[in-house]
Each structure stands twice: as C-alpha cells, then as structure tokens.
C-alpha cells in the first residue's frame, strides 16, 4: 500500500491549487486522512485532517482557506487551497492513520511530499 500526492507547484499569491493524494494496493478501507506541511529545518505540522465520515480539524492558519474532502470510493484525499500566501510556501505531505488490507493493518502511512511555491 502506498500514497501518492500529487498537485503541487508554484502559484501567486492569491492563487489556488489543488492536492490529491491517491492510496494504491489492495485496501479495504482507510481511517482518518490528512495533509501535513513541512519547511526545510522545520517540524512537520498539521494542515487538516479529515475523518472517514467527512469530520474535519484545520489549522488555523488555513481556515477559510483551505478545503479538505475525501473520496472513499477511490480512496482519495483533496486539499484545495485558495487565497494562497507566500507563508504557505512548504512541501506537503498526505497521511493515513490507519489503512485496512486483507492480510491486516498498515498504520501511519505517508505519502511523497509535493513541493507548493508561493510568490509574492
């Protein structure tokens, strides 16, 4: 099982992009899912996290801003991030808590960081 964020690159600021995050491999379902955001020297923090059944927890530094949403059908997460600021410049990376597989559970998924560039 893997994931992989796609999406990223450089925008204005003012600008919008979206992420996606795919989860591929044999899976039965997936808890909780989240972005993450990580600047060089920095600790990884927190965007948003988005429950199975849609319950959502932002960072206030992107309220407002920034949507979340999930397909579970396709086992996929969005990010769309609009009003983009110069501060949201980081690599950002998709998370699953908890992934269900027929041979068991992968816990604490990550997927490949996608770099988003702000200009101001």
């Known amino acids: 099982v893997q994931l992989q964020a796609s999406g990223g690159g450089l925008v204005q600021a003012g600008g919008s992009l979206r992420l996606s995050c795919a989860a591929s491999?044999?899976?039965?379902?997936?808890?909780?899912m989240g972005w993450y955001r990580q600047a060089a020297g920095k600790q990884r923090e927190l965007v948003v996290v988005i429950g199975r059944g849609g319950t959502t927890n932002y960072a206030d530094s992107v309220k407002g801003r920034f949507t979340i949403s999930r397909d579970n059908a396709k086992n996929t997460v969005y990010l769309q991030m609009n009003s983009l600021k110069p501060e949201d410049t980081d690599v950002y990376y998709c998370h699953a808590e908890r992934i269900a597989t027929p041979v068991g559970f992968q816990y604490d998924v990550w997927g490949q960081g996608t770099q988003v560039t702000v200009s101001s």
């Open positions: 491999g044999s899976i039965l379902s997936i808890s909780a």
